[in-house]
C-alpha cells in the first residue's frame, strides 16, 4: 500500500514507521512526506532514507481552504491507500477530511476521548490521573474525535512532570503507530458508519489495547 505522511516538525513518529517497514512489519511503502513546515526535521529523516519529500509552507496561503486544496492536490498525485498525520499541526478544512475518510489516520497524546486538543500531559497532571497514554484514530472533521484503533496507557507516578510524561507517551506511540498503520496495510481494520471494524466485530470506543510493556 502506498502512504503519504504528512509532518510539521520532528518525525520521531514518522522515523518509527519507516523502520518498522525496512523491518518488513508493515506491507506498505512510503511514497511521499509532506511538510507544512520547510524546517521540519522530519523531512531530514525522509530523505536519509531516500523517500521523496515536499514542502506546502501553510504561510503563503490566505485561507485554509486555499492551503488545503493544494495540499490535497499534493497528496492524490500519489494516489495513496493511507494518509498518516504525524505530528501534522494545522486544522484541516471539512472538505478535506471527507476526502481522506476511512484512509487518514492521526496519533494523539492522550486516551481518547478524554483530553482532545493541546498540551495533553500537563491537563493530566492536574486533573490528579493515574494513567494516560496515547490513541491513533481515523480523523473525522470534529478535532480528535475520529473512532479510536488503538491505545497505549503508561502509570504516571508520583514524580512525573509534563516532561517526563511527554517522554514516557512518545515512547509508546513509536509502537503504537506502527503497530496501527500495519493493521491497516493488511486490510485488518476498516472505518464503518458503527465504529472500526476488526475481525469481524465492531471495536469498543477506546479501540485495541496495545500497550508495549
Ligand atoms: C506526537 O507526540 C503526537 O502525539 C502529536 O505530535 C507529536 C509528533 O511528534 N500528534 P513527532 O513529530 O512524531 O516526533
Redesign the pocket.
Known sequence: MDIVVL??????????IIEAIEAGHIQGRIAAVISNRPQA??LTRARNHGIETLILDHTGYGTREAFDADLLQAIEQYQPGLVV?????RILTDHFVDHFTGRML????SLLPKYKGLNTHQRVLDAGESQHG?SVHFVSSELDSGAVIGQSKVNIARNDTAQSL?QK??QQ?HTLYPACVALFCDHQIHLTPDGVQYQGSILPDNGLDLTED
Open positions: 509532518i510539521s516538525g520532528s518525525g520521531t513518529n514518522l522515523q518509527a526535521k522530519g498525520l504525524a505530528g501534522f499541526m492521526n496519533i494523539h497524546p496515547c511527554s507517551v512518545q506511540e
